[in-house]
């Protein structure tokens, strides 16, 4: 059974940064895209970043283009966002997730393209 697990969400001042980590266990095979969502109150899901495990290539939601940066370690199974320059309206819950196949037709930041969740982490930006 594949479980998720993502950590290292907390309280920061705009400006900051934060770190969120990602670990992915009971695969038998490698996913092919790993993922960062965030939803806030209110507001539906949204694809923040994404990254085909295997060719290392990335996208990003134009909201964070320039801070956030996605990242996988291969060896340990585990998934990164590093959120620079954070902004009050990165306050959401955080959530990854995986993808078997490669999403197809743009669809890299679509939560229909990932099968596998997890429960998330609040990130939470004040003054």
């Known amino acids: 059974q594949v479980h998720v697990m993502e950590s290292g969400g907390g309280s920061v001042q705009a400006g900051g940064s934060l770190t969120l980590s990602c670990i992915a266990s009971?695969?038998?095979?490698?996913?092919?895209?790993m993922a960062w969502f965030r939803q806030a109150p209110g507001k539906e899901r949204e694809g923040v970043a994404a990254i085909s495990v295997a060719r290392g290539g990335t996208f990003y939601a134009d909201a964070v283009k320039g801070r956030f940066t996605i990242s996988r370690d291969n060896a340990k199974n585990t998934l990164f966002l590093q959120m620079n320059s954070l902004k009050i309206e990165d306050t959401a819950m955080y959530s990854c997730?995986?993808?078997?196949?490669?999403?197809?037709?743009?669809?890299?930041?679509?939560?229909?393209?990932?099968?596998?969740w997890g429960q998330g982490t609040q990130v939470t930006v004040s003054l």
């Open positions: 009971g695969y038998t095979y490698t996913p092919a895209y």
């Open positions: 997730a995986a993808a078997p196949i490669a999403p197809a037709g743009s669809s890299e930041l679509r939560h229909y393209s990932y099968n596998y």
